[in-house]
Antibody, heavy 120, light 111 residues
Framework: QVQLVQSGAEVKKPGASVKISCKAS????????MSWVRQAPGQGLEWMGV????????NYAQKFQGRVTMTRDTSTSTVYMELSSLKSEDTAVFYC?????????????WGQGTLVTVSS | QSVLTQSPSASGTPGQRVTMSCSGS????????VNWYQQLPGTAPRLVIY???GRPSGVPDRFSGSKSGTSASLAISGLQSDDEADYYCAAWDDSLSGQVVFGGGTKLTVL
């Protein structure tokens, strides 16, 4: 069965970076793109970008360009999302989500979420 | 402020049919398909409708979706208490070099 397992909660200081992992299993890792979605406390969903694990190509939301980096390790079927220059407004739950159709906004499996708290 | 517009709340009693809407523009819903996600408190979102009206395996046929022009709708018939959740619409947007946009979410209350 398809599973996306994310790394644990993080506490970071403003200005720091955070790197979250998402380990995939139960399907061909390179066959599906992976997106990252952010959800601030009590707020809605916000798309951050997508990575194609087959070649590492990325497409970042304009809002996060310059601050976000998505990478993958095909040997461990893991994708990573690093967000730099953290601010208190970046406090949120971050989800990885598998993209199952080519149009790009259909996420059929989600990770459990990783809470990132940014506080001095 | 979300690119896609959803009513903040909706409600219904058990057994009723409720609908919720999602309004966009020509760069997103007008030219791309719409997906709907259900999010129960404290859990990850779950896809309930894809490509306007497709239903993933395991989603009851009480859930249905439709799209017309730059708007889309999600309908839930035979409302049940465990349908109480936040519902988000999403679509690809061809502007800004392409990105996924979400609605702000509709909180469904089962009275």
């Amino acid at each position: 069965q398809v599973q996306l397992v994310q790394s644990g909660a993080e506490v970071k200081k403003p200005g720091a970076s955070v790197k979250i992992s998402c380990k995939a299993s139960g399907y061909t890792f390179t066959g599906y793109s992976m997106s990252w979605v952010r959800q601030a406390p009590g707020q809605g969903l916000e798309w951050m970008g997508v990575i194609d694990p087959s070649d590492g190509r990325t497409n970042y939301a304009q809002k996060f360009q310059g601050r976000v980096t998505m990478t993958r390790d095909t040997s461990t079927s893991t994708v990573y999302m690093e967000l730099s220059s953290l601010k208190s407004e970046d406090t949120a739950v971050f989800y990885c989500a598998r993209v199952f159709l080519t149009t790009g906004s259909e996420f059929d499996f989600w990770g459990q979420g990783t809470l990132v708290t940014v506080s001095s | 402020q979300s690119v896609l517009t959803q009513s903040p709340s909706a409600s219904g009693t058990p057994g009723q049919r409720v609908t919720m809407s999602c309004s966009g523009s020509s760069s997103n819903i007008g030219r791309n398909t719409v997906n709907w996600y259900q999010q129960l408190p404290g859990t990850a979102p779950r896809l309930v409708i894809y490509a306007n009206d497709g239903r993933p395996s395991g989603v009851p046929d009480r859930f249905s979706g439709s799209k017309s022009g730059t708007s889309a709708s999600l309908a839930i018939s035979g409302l049940q208490s465990d349908d109480e959740a936040d519902y988000y619409c999403a679509a690809w947007d061809d502007s800004l070099s392409g990105q996924v946009v979400f609605g702000g979410g509709t909180k469904l209350t089962v009275l």
